[in-house]
């Protein structure tokens, strides 16, 4: 089977940083994606890590440790907008075909003034 | 990026009816769309993943006669609530993977269908 582990909910105040990290357990593994959604809204993609390292884009880093089968979410200056769930998402071979993309519970983030 | 259009947005439906909702990929073709199922405040599970021109592949405990899925071209999927009952009240949304993407790891998804039964 497949499990994924993240914080329920995460607060932190404007333009600091935080850190959500998110644990899996999956039987095959191609990589971990991030999305972010707000309430009532879509999930938009924010990063993904198929390789052991960090990933930049922008406000944004997404670290993975396959062999600790590990990785975490990295917000720098936070701001109000950031306020959302956050979802791991692992994407692993599904069967003899196909692909699988299994979300984490999700973190909420509450961004204070 | 791509776009994922899901319609319609909300549907309210006596208990008993069917309901159907429409995924689209508007700028590419998609071979596999994905049907989630969220609860308020939690996580999106899959229900369904959608193959054109063949049969979805079910996920555990899904049931097939009640979620029927049809992936009939490579740019719509339709996935049908058939006799919904309250039970059946949830926000349900779509995602397919852009083939132009370099990685085919990023799921686009649609806006959600946010079904209340009575």
């Known amino acids: 089977g497949q499990s994924l582990e993240q914080p329920s909910e995460v607060t932190a105040v404007e333009g600091a940083i935080v850190q959500i990290n998110c644990t899996y357990q999956?039987?095959?593994?191609?990589?971990l994606s991030w999305y972010q959604q707000h309430d009532g809204g879509a999930p938009t993609f924010l990063s993904y890590?198929?390789?052991?390292g960090l990933e930049e884009t922008g406000r944004f880093s997404s670290f993975l440790s396959r062999s600790d089968s590990y990785g975490y979410l990295l917000l720098q200056e936070l701001q109000m907008k950031d306020s959302a769930s956050y979802f791991c998402?692992?994407?692993?071979?599904?069967?003899?075909?196909?692909?699988?993309?299994?979300f984490g519970p999700g973190t909420r983030l509450s961004v204070l003034p | 990026g791509a776009v994922v259009s899901q319609h319609p947005s909300r549907v309210i439906c006596k208990s008993g009816t069917s309901v159907k909702i429409e995924c689209r990929s508007l700028?590419?073709?998609?071979?596999?769309m994905f049907w989630y199922r969220q609860f308020p405040k939690q996580s999106l599970m899959l229900m369904a993943t959608?193959?054109?021109?063949?049969?979805?592949?079910?996920e555990q405990g899904v049931e097939k006669d009640k979620f029927l899925i049809n992936h009939a071209s490579l740019t719509l999927s339709t996935l049908t609530v058939t006799s919904a009952h309250p039970e059946d009240s949830s926000f349900y949304i779509c995602?397919?993977?852009?083939?132009?993407?370099?990685?085919?790891?990023?799921?686009?998804f649609g806006s959600g269908t946010q079904l209340s039964v009575l």
């Open positions: 890590n198929a390789l052991d």
């Open positions: 959608s193959n054109e021109g063949s049969k979805a592949t079910y």
């Open positions: 999956t039987s095959g593994f191609y990589g």
């Open positions: 700028d590419f073709q998609a071979t596999t």
């Open positions: 998402a692992v994407s692993s071979p599904r069967d003899n075909y196909g692909q699988n993309f299994v």
């Open positions: 995602s397919a993977r852009d083939p132009r993407e370099e990685t085919g790891e990023k799921l686009f």
